[in-house]
């Protein structure tokens, strides 16, 4: 027969099957493996955290939360979208906490092929594409496309800098000044009787020249972000805290069912010490000797328990009981007794 293994063993097993209940292997694996982080390529770009490349619906532990980077064909895109629709990435400044992004999707509406009738100015500003935690830099200069139900007289196209697209048909875009943080387009450039939409474009010095919008939207415009916080997405600090607090609970329960056993220990020891006590004082042979003398059973003294069970062997011990170890024993009273 096995050893008993003793209730404190016990007990610690049992906190060690619910640690690895609570905390699934695959968590507690990625735990052990959270600075194995390299970085990865798409194309010539490489990413680095906070960046993740991602392949489909594939996760990738080391992309914080809307920092994944979606490579298809070589070619890297921002993840909101999938990469028929998004942000091309061209370059990612992690000093700065900046990178370079081009709407390269908007060139596809000067689709001049067959009759023309598909070529069309973009219909949707470049900021419906951008979210949390990415914003666009003041540092862009807007691009503003129209779209007018009626030809605009001469003198009204040049006072407004107008130039006209490939598309002819009363599409014009002209430069717009620099780019301001709530998306839209002031006042001051719209146009009555023509619809207007704004695309981000960086340049570096002098002014912009609208005629070469084309060129302008395939170099893109800059995106800021912010810090990917501790509670976001799949960081290091979210997965350890997803794990130190179920470990901190079990261990807080650990000590308390620790506490709780030695105090039930302690108190089984003090009953047994004042029980002892009892037995050995001469109040004990007395009463003994009273109830004998009423007809009730023989109640022994601890001298007589102590010479009937050989001083408690252990080779007497029958197991526990609710009062204590039970021994078998032998006294003048009773050729065998359970004492």
Same mark, same amino acid.
């Given at each position: 027969m096995s050893?008993?293994?003793?209730?404190?063993?016990?007990?610690?097993?049992?906190?060690?099957?619910?640690?690895?209940?609570?905390?699934?292997?695959?968590?507690?694996?990625?735990?052990?493996?959270?600075?194995? =982080?390299?970085?990865?390529?798409? /194309?010539?770009?490489? +990413?680095?955290?906070?960046?993740?490349?991602?392949? /489909?619906?594939?996760?990738?532990?080391?992309?914080?939360?809307?920092?994944?980077?979606?490579?298809?064909?070589?070619?890297?895109?921002?993840?909101?979208?999938?990469?028929?629709?998004?942000?091309?990435?061209?370059?990612?400044?992690?000093?700065?906490?900046?990178?370079?992004?081009?709407?390269?999707?908007? *060139?596809?509406?000067?689709? *001049?092929?067959?009759?023309?009738?598909?070529?069309?100015?973009?219909?949707?500003?470049?900021?419906?594409?951008?979210?949390?935690?990415?914003?666009?830099?003041?540092?862009?200069?807007? $691009?503003?496309?129209?779209?007018?139900?009626?030809? $605009?007289?001469?003198?009204?196209?040049?006072?407004?800098?107008? +130039?006209?697209?490939?598309?002819?048909?009363?599409?014009?875009?002209?430069?717009?000044?620099?780019?301001?943080?709530?998306?839209?387009?002031?006042?001051?450039?719209?146009?009555?009787? =023509?619809?207007?939409?704004?695309?981000?474009?960086?340049?570096a010095s002098g002014e912009v020249n609208a005629s070469h919008y084309q060129q302008l939207i395939s170099d893109g415009f800059l995106l800021t972000w912010e810090p990917p916080s501790a509670g976001n997405g799949k960081g290091k600090s979210t997965r350890w805290e997803i794990i130190v607090g179920p470990v901190c609970g079990a261990v807080f329960m650990f000590a308390v069912c620790s506490g709780c056993f030695a105090w039930y220990k302690r108190k089984k020891r003090r009953q047994a010490v004042a029980s002892n006590e009892f037995m050995r004082s001469g109040s004990m042979t007395s009463y003994s000797k009273d109830l004998e003398l009423d007809g009730s059973p023989h109640i022994f003294t601890f001298e007589e328990l102590e010479e009937a069970t050989d001083g408690f062997s252990a080779s007497r011990e029958l197991g526990d009981g609710g009062f204590g170890t039970v021994y078998k024993g032998k006294a003048h009273v009773c050729r065998s007794c359970c004492l």
């Open positions: 050893p008993w293994p003793g209730p404190r063993l016990l007990l610690l097993a049992a906190v060690v099957v619910v640690v690895s209940t609570i905390i699934p292997a695959p968590m507690l694996a990625a735990a052990a493996d959270v600075g194995g =982080c390299t970085p990865g390529k798409c /194309g010539n770009l490489t +990413v680095s955290i906070p960046f993740g490349v991602v392949s /489909g619906s594939e996760e990738n532990r080391c992309a914080q939360m809307g920092f994944q980077v979606h490579c298809k064909d070589d070619v890297p895109y921002l993840g909101y979208y999938e990469p028929e629709y998004g942000l091309r990435i061209l370059h990612i400044f992690l000093h700065n906490g900046s990178l370079l992004v081009s709407d390269v999707h908007k *060139l596809g509406d000067f689709d *001049l092929s067959g009759d023309g009738t598909r070529c069309h100015v973009p219909t949707a500003n470049t900021a419906t594409k951008v979210g949390h935690p990415f914003s666009i830099s003041p540092l862009n200069q807007n $691009l503003v496309f129209y779209n007018c139900t009626k030809p $605009l007289a001469p003198r009204t196209a040049r006072r407004a800098g107008l +130039v006209d697209t490939v598309c002819r048909n009363n599409t014009f875009v002209r430069t717009g000044g620099r780019y301001n943080e709530s998306g839209g387009i002031d006042g001051g450039y719209a146009l009555e009787g =023509c619809s207007a939409t704004a695309v981000p474009v960086l340049v």
